[in-house]
């Protein structure tokens, strides 16, 4: 892992800053994203001071393809070689009903988890096949394995990640590129505080009772599919915590 250059989007909080601190403890390069440079700045003092890692901040928003064109079109040529891309950033927004939702945040979460892995993915893939290596890893999740109430709208982004991820694992089967879907269950991070619009208490609430995982917890997989022989191909994890059994089926204590 040493040297290599990993590009992870949304690395400003939760699950994403948990894989910038396990790719830098193996001396990987990171490029990271995110939209909130002072997150971005006070994860990478801490990278820089607890394993002397070699960044590059790319703040922007995933969503504004101009943007993301000419971040990764003006790569210092030091940076251009990306050997492992994570597609993580992503939310979502509310738990309402499908017929009573907002369809302007709905446009947010799908621009976000759709559109822009799409993107990054049309944006860095190419220049992997050139060089005949590279990862893709997509950050998908357990809700796109089935639906549930008031999660319509996540849910099928998360389903299209699934399909994007497959499709592109067929696309580039015929090169040295890997490409892998991980799928984390609960993981206590800031996304139920952004899916209930800033609430904490409702947020917490999705915790109570259960152990979750955490950020550095989907790290540890993400790696895990990163680190193996080149000739393996991790092509799908989903990973709960041990009293989850579907997105909707928990065991939680009082
Ligand atoms: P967090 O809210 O902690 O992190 C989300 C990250 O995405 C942040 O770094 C945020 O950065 C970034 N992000 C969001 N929108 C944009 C944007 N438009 N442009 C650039 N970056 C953006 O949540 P998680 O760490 O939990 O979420 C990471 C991924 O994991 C998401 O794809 C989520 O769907 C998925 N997931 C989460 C689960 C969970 O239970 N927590 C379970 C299954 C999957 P910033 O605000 O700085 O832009
Ligand atoms: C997040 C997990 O169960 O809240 O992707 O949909 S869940």
Redo the contacts with the bound molecule.
Sequence with gaps: MKGKIVFI?????????GCAKRFAREGARLIL????TG??SELNEQLKSEYKVDTLLLP????DRAAAKSALDNLPEEWKAIDILVN?????IGVDKEHEGNLDEWDIVID??IK?LLAMTRMVVPGMVERGRGQIIN?????GDAAYPGGSV?CAT?AAVKSLTDGLRMDLVNTPLRVTLI????????????RFRGDKDKADNVYKGIH?LN?DD?AETVYFAASVPEYMQIAEMLVMPVHQASATVTYKKN
């Design positions: 989007t949304g690395a400003s909080s939760g699950i994403g800053a994203n995110g939209r909130n997150k971005l922007f928003d995933v969503r993580n950033a992503g939310l979502v976000t988890n822009s950050i998908g999740s357990i809700a996540y998360k799928k984390p269950g609960l993981v206590e991070t800031n996304f139920s505080v952004v979750p950020g989907i």
